[in-house]
C-alpha cells in the first residue's frame, strides 16, 4: 500500500493506493472515526461493481451502512439529485458525527 499525502488549502490528508483496499474500508474507517451511519453514494455504473463489497467492509467494523445511487452521466450532477441524495439521508436517520 503507498500513502500519499495531500495538502490542500483547507487541510492536510492522506490518499491510500493499493490493493485489497476496498476490502479493508471498515477497518481503516474506525481507525479514524467511531462508528456509526455511513453513507455511500456512488453512481449507476460504480455501485454494481463496489457498493455490496464497500457496504460489507463497514458492517464488519460496526458502520450502519446507508447506500445511494445516482444516475451516471453529467445531467445528473443537478439541484434535484442533491435534494434527493439530501431527502435520503436524513431519512436514514445520518447525523452530523456520521460519515
Known amino acids: 500500500m503507498i500513502s500519499i499525502e495531500v495538502n490542500a488549502p483547507s487541510k492536510k490528508?492522506?490518499?491510500?493506493?493499493?490493493?485489497?483496499?476496498?476490502?479493508?474500508?471498515?477497518?481503516?474507517?474506525?481507525?479514524?472515526?467511531?462508528?456509526?451511519?455511513?453513507?455511500?453514494?456512488?453512481?449507476?455504473?460504480?455501485?454494481?461493481?463496489?457498493?455490496?463489497?464497500?457496504?460489507?467492509?463497514?458492517?464488519?467494523?460496526?458502520?450502519?451502512?446507508?447506500?445511494h445511487v445516482i444516475p451516471a452521466g453529467e445531467e445528473s450532477k443537478n439541484p434535484a439529485e442533491l435534494l434527493k441524495l439530501l431527502d435520503h439521508m436524513a431519512d436514514g436517520g445520518l447525523y452530523r458525527k456520521d460519515a
Do not use: H
Not at 491510500?16 to 483496499?21: E, Q, V
Not at 479493508?24 to 457498493?51: F, K, Q, W
Open 13 to 67: 490528508y492522506k490518499v491510500y493506493i493499493g490493493a485489497g483496499l476496498l476490502d479493508r474500508a471498515g477497518e481503516m474507517a474506525a481507525e479514524l472515526i467511531p462508528a456509526g451511519t455511513a453513507a455511500i453514494v456512488s453512481d449507476s455504473n460504480v455501485a454494481p461493481l463496489y457498493m455490496q463489497r464497500l457496504a460489507q467492509s463497514l458492517d464488519k467494523f460496526g458502520f450502519k451502512t446507508l447506500t
